[in-house]
């Protein structure tokens, strides 16, 4: 770099104010007016933007849950099974299958979600859980009898 005065040397920052400010210039690129090119205003919407990211993201994962365990209500509804009993049925026989996993089985595999289902209401009568005695056992489903207690 060549300075005409030393003052100018002292105003100078060197290259790293460059580049810290082309991050932020970066980031800001899709902004509209002066919040693409103000420097100090840039720096404002882009520390807002990145906090609102960071909100975002567990947001995101709580909306999905809930998506997910709507996805599986309307299925136990569908079958007619409560949903506690049908997790605590599935828990009974050993099938670890996630919520993500159950949804997916609820939405796009409804006969595999209604063997599952008749499995957990076939364990809940097995076990007497409360609110089994509207549930009529499946035929077609075949246990060990009480897993364990």
């Given at each position: 770099m060549v300075f005409t005065t030393a003052m100018m040397m002292?105003?100078?920052?060197?290259?790293?104010?460059?580049?810290r400010k082309r991050k932020i210039f970066k980031i800001a690129a899709h902004f509209s007016g002066r919040r693409r090119n103000c420097y100090?205003?840039?720096?404002?919407?882009?520390?807002?933007?990145?906090?609102?990211?960071?909100?975002?993201?567990?947001?995101?994962?709580?909306?999905?849950?809930d998506l997910w365990n709507t996805r599986i209500k309307a299925g136990c509804e569908e079958h007619g099974v409560e949903i506690?009993?049908?997790?605590?049925?599935?828990?009974?026989?050993?099938?670890?299958?996630?919520k993500k996993v159950l949804a997916d089985l609820a939405i796009w595999e409804p006969n595999t979600?209604?063997?599952?289902?008749?499995?957990?209401?076939?364990?809940?009568?097995?076990?007497?859980?409360?609110?089994?005695?509207?549930?009529?056992?499946?035929?077609?489903?075949v246990t060990r009898g009480l897993l364990k207690k």
């Open positions: 002292v105003r100078s920052r060197g290259p790293d104010e460059f580049w100090s205003i840039a720096i404002k919407a882009v520390h807002r933007a990145l906090q609102f990211a960071t909100i975002g993201r567990t947001v995101r994962k709580s909306d999905m849950i506690n009993n049908f997790k605590d049925s599935l828990s009974r026989c050993d099938i670890q299958l996630n979600f209604r063997a599952l289902s008749d499995l957990a209401k076939s364990v809940a009568i097995d076990y007497n859980l409360p609110g089994t005695e509207k549930y009529d056992k499946p035929s077609n489903v």
